[in-house]
């Protein structure tokens, strides 16, 4: 049922995309809103009661109609809410207009409307940029955007509590971003719980996610960028998700060298930066043909997932 669930809710999303802007998505940012309103009074134990209290709203319904038709068996009925919530936690088709968009701009030589389109997609001033910069920020956005909005939720759907899991996984990663990155969120001390959480939640995901990249294009360069550079960026997780990937691909993504001082001790950051004249990630400059190779690493990677999920899925049929 999970593989069959997967399937067709990736079916029914490339023939109707979810919209990142509908209602039930809407409701959700609304609902986070409200919590911090009421919860946010300045302490990190605020912001973990709030996390806890919002997961629990939406995931304990989840859940119950989950074990409800299960216990009723009505097997249809519950294969289609798998399919649902599927549908409705997958984002694979979120971006990849954005992505497209640029593509074919860069293609026929207009840089000014692939700078629009970035912009519009990153919400980061783009004014200036070359088509190297254009082309590295599209596949670093797209490469992590993939892994939260689909590879992510595989693995969390997996989970004995299927679908509450892949609610989880996606409001959590929507939390860690809305409790901290705006403005007037980033010096609270309410939204360091929820950051911390995806982390955990997302440890495991991120480095089958980087496995995958590796197995499916040059696994020597992924895995020797992924060791080597990933714990350069400020974010460890996704330096592992670019270093893999632009290891996979032959291209050097992500700047970890403006960021090795703050993840390193001083001595050892000066080391480093000394190193990094004769020691640097491997692969070329990302160009419009990187953009490409950004589609079949995707789709690659993905029938790696669903095949393994078919392999699974059958053991358990079997056995």
């Not at 593989?3 to 509908?22: G, H, T, V, W, Y």
């Not at 809305?178 to 309410?190: G, K, R, T």
């Not at 895995?223 to 291209?251: C, E, K, T």
């Amino acid at each position: 049922m999970t593989f069959l669930s997967i399937l067709c809710a990736l079916l029914i999303e490339q023939l109707k995309p979810l919209r990142a802007d509908n209602p039930i998505y809407a409701e959700i940012k609304g609902f986070a809103r409200r919590m911090e309103v009421w919860f946010n009074a300045g302490s990190p134990q605020h912001g973990r009661l709030g996390w806890c209290l919002m997961m629990l709203a939406l995931m304990m319904p989840t859940a119950l109609v989950y074990w409800v038709l299960i216990h009723y068996k009505l097997g249809l009925l519950a294969f289609a809410w798998n399919i649902l919530i599927v549908y409705l936690t997958l984002g694979f088709r979120h971006y990849s207009h954005y992505f497209t968009s640029i593509q074919l701009a860069l293609n026929g030589g207009d840089e000014a409307t692939a700078r629009a389109l970035l912009a519009e997609w990153t919400r980061q001033d783009t004014t200036g940029m070359e088509v190297a910069e254009i082309s590295r920020i599209a596949v670093e956005k797209a490469l992590v955007a993939t892994h939260r909005n689909v590879f992510g939720v595989f693995f969390w759907f997996l989970m004995p509590l299927g679908p509450a899991c892949a609610v989880m996984y996606r409001v959590a990663e929507y939390l860690a971003r809305a409790w901290n990155e705006p403005e007037h969120m980033q010096n609270e001390a309410f939204g360091k719980f929820a950051a911390r959480a995806f982390y955990w939640i997302d440890w495991i995901p991120v480095r089958l996610t980087a496995a995958a990249f590796a197995v499916v294009g040059n696994f020597e360069d992924a895995i020797y960028a992924w060791r080597n550079f990933a714990m350069r960026w400020q974010d460890p997780a996704i330096g592992i998700i670019l270093s893999a990937g632009g290891g996979a691909m032959g291209v050097r993504l992500g700047t970890p060298l403006e960021n090795a001082g703050a993840v390193l001790p001083v001595d050892a950051a000066m080391v480093d930066a000394t190193d990094a004249e004769t020691e640097s990630l491997p692969g070329e400059e990302p160009g419009v043909r990187a953009l490409q190779s950004t589609v079949g690493l995707v789709w690659r990677a993905l029938l790696l997932w669903m095949m393994v999920l078919l392999l699974l899925s059958s053991a358990v049929w079997l056995g």
